[in-house]
């Protein structure tokens, strides 16, 4: 999934684990600029303790790996935050949980 934001541009994905299995728990966040990443962590705390990883010769060279729950809440917000600073009303059934 692509998210564009004023925050910035990302790349969504699922995360795997050591042995290259897939992570059913976390994704990663992936920016091609770190500033993107930390411009991020700088609005929602969720993610101020979580260390970005730098994968020199990666498309999306830095990341964060977050569990699930923790983006879509990230995500929610961020779609409030969109339509009401733009003064749109906010429909109720927008943000659906993710289980």
């Not at 994704?27 to 993107?36: C, G, K, N, Q």
């Not at 830095?62 to 923790?70: A, F, H, Q, S, W």
């Not at 339509?83 to 289980?99: D, E, H, L, S």
């Amino acid at each position: 999934m692509w998210l564009f934001t004023r925050h910035g541009f990302y790349s969504i994905a699922c995360a795997s684990k050591p042995d290259g299995t897939l992570d059913r728990e976390n994704l990663m966040v992936r920016a091609r600029r770190r500033s993107h990443l930390e411009l991020l962590q700088t609005r929602f705390a969720s993610l101020t303790g979580v260390g970005v990883v730098t994968l020199p010769r990666r498309d999306y060279r830095y990341r964060l790996i977050v569990p699930k729950r923790v983006w879509t809440d990230i995500v929610a917000e961020l779609d409030t935050m969109g339509c009401t600073q733009a003064g749109y009303p906010i429909p109720p059934t927008r943000c659906v949980a993710v289980g």
